[in-house]
């Protein structure tokens, strides 16, 4: 599996951006997107199941940031809005499942966001 995530550039406080993270080769089970700001560790950001009912959130990004997916493009999506300049970081993409009976984690490249004014 690789992932190719895209949609990163800079914006101003308040305004929106959405992130894609596709993957080539199988069906990943959990799709998710971290992110590391300047000199931080990287963090969870949020993350969504094969089916898409499950969604989990950085409690901060709660009502702001909503991850979807769709499997028939294996892509997932960060819908940011009202975006701050605490939201300034790298995003990666993350992707993890089961083949063969063993498990696999892939990272993406990262995609860099900038909030400034």
């Not at 596709?22 to 590391?36: C, E, I, L, N």
């Not at 809005?81 to 993890?96: G, H, I, M, Q, R």
Request: a positive charge; hydrophobic letters at 35%.
């Amino acid at each position: 599996v690789q992932l190719q995530a895209s949609g990163g550039g800079l914006v101003r406080p308040g305004d929106s951006l959405k992130l894609s993270c596709a993957a080539s080769g199988r069906t990943p089970s959990t799709m998710a997107w971290f992110r590391q700001a300047p000199g931080k560790e990287r963090e969870f950001v949020a993350a969504i199941n094969l089916s898409g009912v499950r969604k989990d959130y950085l409690d901060s990004v709660k009502g702001r940031f909503t991850i979807s997916r769709a499997n028939a493009k294996n892509t997932v999506y960060l819908q940011m809005n009202s975006l701050k300049p605490e939201d300034t970081a790298v995003y990666y993409c993350y992707a993890d499942g089961i083949y063969r009976d063993l498990p696999y984690i892939y990272w993406g490249q990262g995609t860099e966001v900038t909030v400034s004014s």
